[in-house]
C-alpha cells in the first residue's frame, strides 16, 4: 500500500525538503521548486502545445508517407538513390526515413509535452511497512495447515516419503549435467604445448620470427609451431586456446621486473618478451597494447597489466598477473621457448582449493 502526496510545508517555508528533513536537520536533496515558463504564462504554454500537436502531426504524415513509398516505390535494384560515393536503394531509404521520423516524432513530442506542459510538481510517496497484518498472516497460516490437512501428507506415509525420495533426488540430473560444461580441471589445464626448445610461430601465418621481426612497441601473436599437428591429430581445440602467447618489444632498461630468470639467462630476449594471451579473469584473449605505458589491457572487463613490470595487474577484476614464457633464439636465430609456462595459463579459478 502507498499513496502519493504533496508535502506539508511549514509555515513560511517553500522548501519541500524541510518537510521532509527531521527535527533540527535539514535535507538538502530536494531543490525548491521553479515554476516553468509554461506555467506561468498561458501564451508560452500555448506556443508548447502547438509545437507538440506539430511533432504529433508530422509523425502522422510520415506515416503516411510510409505506406505510400512501400506501395509505389518498386523495390529492386535498379531503383536507387545517390548516397555520399555510393549509391542506395530507394525503397530501403524511403521506407527507413519515414518510418525513422515517424517515431522520432512521437517521441520528441512526448518528451517535450512532459517536460513543458504536464506538472512537475515534487511528490512524495509515502511508504508503509510490507508486513502483512496480523490477521492476514494467521489467515495465511490457517491456509496452509487446512490444506496441508486436505492432502492427506500427515496420514500417508508411503506417500509423504516417496514425494520426499523424488525431491532429494531432483537436483542430481543438475550437478550431473555440470561434466557437460568440459573436461575437468586437472593438468590438462595446467600444461600446454610450450616446453623447452619450441619454436615460436606467428599466429595464423605460422612462419617462424626472429627477435627483430616484433616492432618495438608492437605486439605480435603467437604460437607454438607444432600447435597445427596437434590439433590435427587430436583434433583438440582446447590446445591452441590454452598456448597462444604474444610477443612484446621494448628497451631493455624499460623492463622493471621479469617473472623469472637470471642475468645470464633471462626470460626476455635483448627486449623481445612473451606472455600469454588468455586473460586470467575469465579467460578472454588479450590485444589492446599501449606502447606508452606498456599496459596491457582485456577488452572484455578492463583488466590491465604492466608487461614493463612482470605483467602485474594495475586494474580491473583479474586477480593474478600474465603468465611470462621465457623464450631464448636457436642456433637460426629463430624465437624459441627457453622453457614451458612455470605457471598455469588462463582464468585462475580452477586454482582454488
Ligand atoms: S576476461 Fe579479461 S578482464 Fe575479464
Not at 54 to 81: N, Q, R, Y
Not at 109 to 133: C, F, N, Y
Request: some cysteine; aromatic content about 6%; hydrophobic content about 40%.
Amino acid at each position: 500500500m502507498s499513496e502519493t502526496s504533496t508535502p506539508q510545508l511549514p509555515e513560511g517555508s517553500d522548501d519541500p525538503g524541510t518537510a521532509l528533513a527531521p527535527q533540527g536537520a535539514h535535507d538538502p536533496s530536494l531543490p525548491p521548486h521553479r515554476p516553468r515558463r509554461t506555467d506561468t504564462d498561458p501564451r508560452a504554454a500555448k506556443r508548447v502545445e502547438r509545437q507538440v500537436a506539430a511533432m504529433f502531426l508530422g509523425s502522422a504524415l510520415m506515416t503516411v508517407l510510409f505506406v505510400i513509398a512501400f506501395v509505389k516505390i518498386p523495390v529492386d535494384a535498379e531503383t536507387t538513390i545517390p548516397f555520399t560515393t555510393a549509391t542506395i536503394n530507394a525503397s530501403n531509404a524511403a521506407l527507413g526515413l519515414t518510418f525513422g521520423l515517424a517515431i522520432l516524432l512521437i517521441g520528441t513530442g512526448a518528451i517535450h509535452w512532459a517536460k513543458k506542459l504536464m506538472p512537475d510538481q515534487e511528490v512524495i510517496q509515502l511508504r508503509h511497512p510490507l508486513r502483512s497484518t496480523d490477521e492476514d498472516r494467521a489467515a495465511a497460516v490457517e491456509a496452509l495447515q487446512e490444506g496441508g490437512e486436505a492432502s492427506g501428507l500427515g496420514e500417508r506415509k508411503i506417500i509423504r516419503r516417496s514425494l520426499l525420495l523424488a525431491m532429494g533426488l531432483f537436483p542430481i540430473p543438475m550437478i550431473v549435467m555440470l561434466r557437460d560444461l568440459g573436461p575437468l580441471p586437472g593438468n590438462s589445464l595446467r600444461e600446454t604445448l610450450w616446453h623447452k626448445g619450441s619454436r615460436i610461430v606467428i599466429d595464423p601465418t605460422r612462419s617462424p620470427i626472429k627477435p627483430g621481426d616484433v616492432p618495438i612497441g608492437g605486439i605480435v601473436s603467437a604460437m607454438p609451431a607444432d600447435l597445427p599437428e596437434v590439433q590435427e591429430v587430436e583434433g583438440d581445440l582446447n590446445e591452441r586456446a590454452k598456448s597462444v602467447i604474444i610477443l612484446v618489444r621494448m628497451s631493455p632498461e624499460d623492463i622493471i621486473s621479469q617473472q623469472g630468470g637470471t642475468p645470464a639467462e633471462p626470460w626476455d630476449y635483448q627486449g623481445v618478451m612473451a606472455f600469454s594471451k588468455i586473460c586470467t579473469h575469465v579467460g578472454c584473449p588479450i590485444n589492446l597494447y599501449e606502447q606508452r605505458t606498456h599496459h596491457m589491457l582485456c577488452p572484455c572487463h578492463q583488466s590491465t597489466f604492466d608487461l614493463a613490470d612482470s605483467a602485474n595487474v594495475v586494474f580491473g577484476p583479474a586477480a593474478r598477473r600474465l603468465p611470462q614464457l621465457p623464450i631464448t633464439v636457436d642456433a637460426e636465430g629463430f624465437l624459441i621457448a627457453r622453457d614451458g609456462f612455470a605457471e598455469p595459463v588462463g582464468p585462475s579459478f580452477w586454482e582454488r582449493g
